[in-house]
């Protein structure tokens, strides 16, 4: 367990979240609080755009820590995740040495410990959470995009917050960093890394809650009108569509339809703007036979 957390109980959790735009429910707000006092990684998995990246931005800045993120895709590898050494600095050093790179009075072991020091070692998301000495918050995003080897590099730095370095040394956390790992549920994730999160799976909000959500983050807008896209933007995901609107578009479409004035949506002013919530013309296709009910 970590002493000293930020956090006193669960509702003080929703509490400092909703004082930074973030509207949380009960499930949220322990899973939060749990990941905190037990020093537990936080594994969110669910469909693209329910706000889980949101999650991890939103605790960094309740709680004023750093965030650090790690932004996962195919082909991510140790040297961009953990550590690399700065080749072209090395041999900038080597060369600084003369001809043969080793000066006369040292051994090939000095200048090789010269050469892999501290000087030299290049720090890249999770050896930086892992050696930060404040508070931080670390988002790796899109956990579910990794190659599977690549997803075994985290086992350690997850299981006893510290990193393997060769030339070094073991270098272990000087405080606990809490982290985040984001999943769109594109494949499925080793049962190693699985064991050793809290899971939260985090669908799209309620119309209620979402309501809340246009209400608290788009200024001057009226509550009709915030009902009114809540309840378009729930039809619409009731489709078969490539690709559903996120939360975060529905607050763009609100900040759109704002700014134009509307304040009372009609077909003309949904035909108008369905490209805010609809990124694919095939699924603006499927929806343009229906706007005229979801105006209504």
């Known amino acids: 367990m970590v002493d000293g957390g930020q956090f006193a109980s669960t509702d003080d959790v929703a509490a400092m979240l909703k004082r930074v735009g973030y509207l949380t429910d009960a499930a949220i707000a322990s899973v939060v609080y749990l990941g905190e006092r037990l020093g537990k990684p936080v594994l969110v998995e669910g469909p693209a755009g329910t706000g889980k990246t949101e999650l991890a931005k939103s605790v960094a800045a309740a709680t004023g820590r750093r965030l650090i993120r790690l932004q996962c895709y195919e082909g991510l590898d140790e040297a961009k995740a953990l550590y690399e050494w700065d080749y072209r600095k090395q041999l900038l050093r080597m060369q600084s040495r003369g001809p043969d790179g080793i000066a006369s009075t040292q051994t090939w072991k000095d200048v090789e410990g010269d050469l892999f020091s501290e000087d030299f070692l290049l720090t890249r998301p999770l050896l930086e959470a892992i050696r930060a000495t404040e508070p931080v918050v670390?988002?790796?995003d899109e956990v579910d995009r990794l190659d599977v080897e690549?997803?075994?590099?985290l086992l350690?730095?997850?299981?006893?917050y510290q990193v393997s370095i060769p030339e070094l040394g073991t270098i272990r956390a000087?405080?606990?960093p809490l982290v985040f790992l984001t999943s769109n549920s594109s494949r499925e994730l080793s049962e190693a890394l699985k064991?050793?999160?809290l899971f939260l799976h985090l669908d799209y909000p309620s119309v209620e809650r979402e309501r809340e959500i246009v209400l608290s983050r788009v200024p001057d807008i009226s509550e009709h009108l915030a009902t009114q896209i809540t309840r378009i933007v729930r039809s619409l995901r009731g489709l078969d569509l490539k690709k559903h609107p996120s939360v975060s578009e529905t607050l763009d479409w609100a900040r759109t339809l704002l700014l134009m004035g509307v304040e009372d949506i009609e077909e003309p002013q949904l035909r108008e703007t369905i490209s805010v919530l609809l990124k694919y013309q095939s699924d603006i296709k499927k929806a343009s036979t229906s706007?005229?009910?979801l105006g209504r």
Do not use: H, K, P
């Not at 690549?150 to 590099?153: F, G, M, N, S, Y």
């Open 195 to 197: 064991r050793r999160c």
């Open 150 to 153: 690549t997803e075994a590099l």
């Open 174 to 176: 000087r405080q606990v």
């Open 291 to 293: 706007i005229a009910d």
């Open 138 to 140: 670390l988002l790796i």
């Open 156 to 160: 350690e730095v997850l299981s006893d």
